[in-house]
């Protein structure tokens, strides 16, 4: 029941291609999500929201205002908000036409 069974080993240029695959694939999903995060920053800009930092975008939808037919972003994120010191959290959303809305809950933090 004892058989040799030989294994063959990886060449190293496998491993090499790998590695290359998954440094690209990390850089692409920093790039991703520091630009959802530049794009939310300047719609909260466009709400007002001049003093912004830690800006973190947990989902990027798409939507559509039945009544007139227009599309649009939902951003859901959290946000510090430096001029009054509060982190912020929620929804905000811009369309197409450059329409911005918020539905934002800010907390003092201590």
Do not use: W
């Not at 794009?39 to 009544?67: I, P, R, W």
């Amino acid at each position: 029941m004892a058989e040799n069974v030989e294994v063959r080993k990886i060449p190293t240029k496998s491993f090499i291609y790998i590695a290359v695959i998954m440094l690209l694939g990390i850089l692409v999903m920093l790039l991703v999500e520091s630009g959802k995060a530049t794009k939310a920053t300047k719609v909260l800009n466009q709400l007002g929201y001049t003093n912004v930092k830690d800006v973190k975008v947990f989902k990027k939808s798409t939507f559509l205002k039945e009544e007139t037919n227009i599309k649009g972003y939902q951003y859901s994120l959290k946000f510090i908000d430096l001029a009054t010191n509060k982190q912020c959290q929620g929804f905000i959303v811009r369309d197409f036409k450059g329409v911005v809305g918020q539905d934002l809950d800010c907390k003092s933090i201590k």
